[in-house]
């Protein structure tokens, strides 16, 4: 029976060998797929995407661009919509605050 350490290297042996065959599945992809964009004369407008070349980044996060309902002691804005509510805005209630008191 193997031991921990022997499954645990032949399983990083194993994904080392799928992420080399991934890479190569996913060359001849790309190939594949530029060929036929060449074909077509396709463009990556046409696919709904940009036209700059590369690998693209993760966008941040925007900001939210609802109007502010609460304004804070300390001038803070807050939307008061779905998610996480601002520090300021827990540190209010934990006091016992009332938010509504912080109605604009």
Known sequence: MATYI??????EAMLAQAESVRKQELAAVIQD????????GLTMADLGGSASAGPRK???KSKSTAPA?????NGELWAGGL??????????LAAGKNIDDYLI
């Not at 797929?33 to 077509?40: D, G, V």
């Open 58 to 60: 993760a966008s941040a």
């Open 69 to 73: 309902k609460y304004c804070g002691p």
């Open 83 to 92: 998610g996480r509510k601002p520090e300021w805005v827990r540190a209010l």
């Open 6 to 11: 022997e499954l645990k290297a032949q399983a």
């Open 33 to 40: 797929i530029k060929a036929k964009m060449k074909e077509y």
